[in-house]
């Protein structure tokens, strides 16, 4: 009984709104042409003056920018914690970085192929928080800060810098070499 009380009810509402919507027709079609709008003769749009000005939002966007919650995304970064933890096993002491941190670099370097592996699958919201030294919340993968330096790391560091020689000779080259004279 309920249902059927409901059902009538519902087609007398939309019986209403089609009959508003037949009564506003012809009167549409006189504000479409005057280009009043939809309000009762002699109502005007209301005003809206702002009450803050320039200064004082600039004030918030800089106090909001120095907080705890806005953080500056390295983009560099992210892109090379993403290229290492995506490159094979054989291919990551190629890879250059020097743009991380010194305790995502060291976390990262001491991470296996299952935990880059967690970390690629985790996303691109994850690897942000891990290339900013933020809690990533990564089941599998260390924190950053939580690995200490060891030799192991840091031989894999220096093998990962094995065309450094090469950069710095090219660099040097104008101010310490000199042509042969005969």
Request: aromatic share 8%; glycine share 8%; charged share 25%.
């Amino acid at each position: 009984m309920k249902g059927i009380l409901a059902a009538i009810a519902r087609a007398f509402q939309l019986i209403g709104k089609g009959a508003d919507w037949l009564i506003d027709l012809p009167f549409a079609a006189v504000r479409s042409i005057a280009g009043t709008p939809r309000y009762a003769p002699g109502h005007t749009l209301p005003d809206f003056t702002p009450k803050t000005d320039f200064a004082d939002l600039e004030g918030v966007y800089a106090q909001t920018k120095k907080s705890a919650d806005v953080v500056a995304l390295n983009k560099f970064a992210f892109d090379t914690v993403k290229g290492y933890v995506k490159a094979a096993e054989h291919a990551r002491p190629d890879i250059d970085l020097s743009a991380l941190p010194d305790e995502v670099r060291i976390t990262l370097l001491s991470m296996d192929d299952n935990e880059c592996k967690a970390l690629r699958d985790a996303g691109d919201a994850a690897l942000h928080k891990f290339a900013g030294g933020r809690d990533h919340r990564v089941h599998g993968v260390p924190a950053v800060g939580s690995v200490r330096p060891t030799l192991k790391s840091k031989v894999r560091r220096e093998r990962t810098n094995h065309h450094a020689w090469l950069e710095e000779a090219r660099a040097l080259k104008p101010t310490q070499s000199r042509a042969f004279g005969l």
